[in-house]
């Protein structure tokens, strides 16, 4: 085998069977190698950004790495919006960057850069192979390293070490081990949730099916409250699960829902932090005195909340709260919240839903709080374009679901090559792009400092409208059967046909 022939055999004793692929020239060998690997689907994303955010949400769905193959350092660059979302979301995903000829580098040729240097501001993991014979142990290595506690790893690899002589000889599988959890956490914990008022802030696997039963447990138990981060990878939402509140996006809010507490229990997720620093208020959303550590994102959550289960004898079957009735479908024209209603009257149980509407979703969590069983992804890092592309990532992950994208125009603006992607493979996702023709957020922030008129040039930098972004003919272009509508009938129809179906759909809903 060659080098690159041994990185794919390497890939598929670890376990890898997508790889979202964006490749150049320094990588035809390991094209050619994928050839010859039909264990590994290879799906040909037309942007790095799509292919990492695919990655992403494939990861997230699976608790596995899909491979990301990209081409040199701007390649890498292209990528690093999702990668960013994807550390902090704690997605396992392996990135393989071809690199130029060891011999060719150091004529400095027009596409060199300093991979290693992108590399590390999102890697757990990245290593630069530096011969044939050590791109198997390699990637072995960084697949491994994907498992421990979830993280990105990132293997460079040069294009005369995919071609030179590298046996034949593949490592071992190794198993991940079993993370931890720590039993005077446990204590303290228990400590905290039976004196005062109390609430546990749940991310990570404490969003899981599994952990928000366990957490039901102990609310049961305790009258603990339960919270939610703002911006979460994935939880398991609906049906009879229990419901968490979500802590607000702006700090004055977030602050006036934790204040109250005597102790906020962490599980699964850290100490939270405001999204930005406003003058006047804090950076952290809870005190050093109210913060109560029990378990983070990369320790064994739900081994913490089980033994806290235990130690506060939390009863078995969970109190039912009267739930919220589902919203009813509504009329007329269309805003935040009648979307954000006709979205979840419709959407199917066991469906996913891939959320980066921003303000024009912002009604949807609520909304969808009676909604039958769904997994619910979020956009995690703050930087935006991942909706997408994680959707198709989560289509690939979990054929037999169906997958909505609710996206905000401005975010959606990012990555509509991901809709490429989406018709190449006939994947099952709906888009619904809510079209309010601005980066609304924006106006908001600009209404909350206290700005207004706005001036002829901050308004050019909010609006979307001049020209306006035609979904209908951007879906179309890229392959997508798209629709626009500006009225709540006509999305709930539009929604109920695109649902009927298989493959991809675009439902631009126009808002008032």
């Given amino acids: 085998m060659n080098g690159a022939q041994s990185l794919i055999a390497a890939a598929l004793s670890e376990g890898i069977e997508v790889c979202f692929a964006n490749p150049g020239t320094t990588e035809l060998p390991l094209v050619l190698a994928l050839d010859e690997a039909p264990g590994i689907r290879s799906i040909l994303c037309l942007h790095e950004n799509v292919a990492t955010g695919a990655a992403d949400g494939y990861g997230r769905m699976l608790s596995k790495p899909a491979m990301c193959l990209l081409h040199l350092g701007p390649g890498l660059a292209n990528g690093l919006t999702n990668l960013h979302n994807a550390r902090r979301a704690g997605t396992p995903l392996l990135n393989v960057i071809g690199e130029h000829a060891t011999w060719h580098i150091q004529a400095d040729p027009l596409l060199a850069s300093n991979i290693e240097a992108l590399a590390h501001t999102f890697s757990a993991f990245a290593k630069r192979s530096t011969d044939a014979r050590s791109i198997a142990v390699n990637l072995a290595d960084a697949v491994h390293a994907t498992g421990i506690g979830g993280g990105i790893a990132t293997l460079i690899v040069p294009h005369d070490c995919q071609l030179a002589y590298a046996a034949d000889v593949i490592p071992a599988r190794r198993q991940v081990p079993k993370s931890s959890y720590s039993p005077a956490n446990v204590g303290d914990a228990a400590k905290a949730l039976q004196r005062g008022r109390s609430a546990i802030l749940l991310g990570g696997k404490g969003l899981s099916e599994a952990g928000l039963k366990l957490a039901g447990r102990i609310a049961a138990a305790t009258g603990a409250d339960l919270l939610c981060d703002t911006f979460f990878a994935r939880m398991e939402r609906g049906g009879d699960l229990p419901m968490a509140t979500r802590l607000p996006y702006f700090p004055d809010q977030a602050l006036a829902l934790t204040r109250p507490y005597d102790s906020v229990v962490l599980a699964g997720t850290r100490r939270p932090v405001a999204f930005f620093g406003y003058p006047g208020l804090p950076s952290y959303l809870t005190t050093e005195e109210q913060t109560v550590a029990l378990a983070t994102s990369a320790e064994d959550v739900l081994g913490d909340l089980e033994a806290l289960a235990a130690e506060l004898n939390a009863p078995n079957d969970i109190p039912q709260k009267p739930r919220m009735q589902l919203p009813a479908m509504p009329k007329g024209e269309l805003n935040a919240q009648s979307v954000a209603q006709v979205i979840a009257r419709l959407q199917p149980e066991n469906g996913i839903v891939m959320d980066e509407a921003l303000t024009v979703g912002i009604a949807y969590f609520d909304s969808s709080q009676s909604a039958p069983r769904f997994s619910h992804l979020m956009l995690t890092g703050g930087a935006i374009g991942q909706g997408p592309g994680a959707a198709t990532g989560a289509a690939i992950a979990c054929p037999g679901r169906k ?96 649902l009927a179906r298989k493959g991809p759909r675009l439902i631009e809903a126009i808002m008032s």
């Fill in 403 to 498: 997958v909505i994208n609710f996206e905000s125009d401005g975010c959606g603006a990012y990555s509509v090559q991901a809709f490429w992607t989406q018709a190449r493979e006939n994947l099952d996702v709906v888009t619904i792009i809510g079209s309010n023709r601005s980066y609304n957020i924006l106006n908001v922030e600009f209404e909350r400092a206290g700005v207004k008129p706005l001036g002829p040039i901050a308004r050019s930098m909010t609006r979307l409208d001049h020209p306006y972004l035609d979904w209908v003919r951007i879906g179309e272009g890229f392959g997508v059967p798209s629709v626009a509508v500006d009225s709540a009938e006509g999305l709930a129809r539009e929604l109920e046909n695109a």
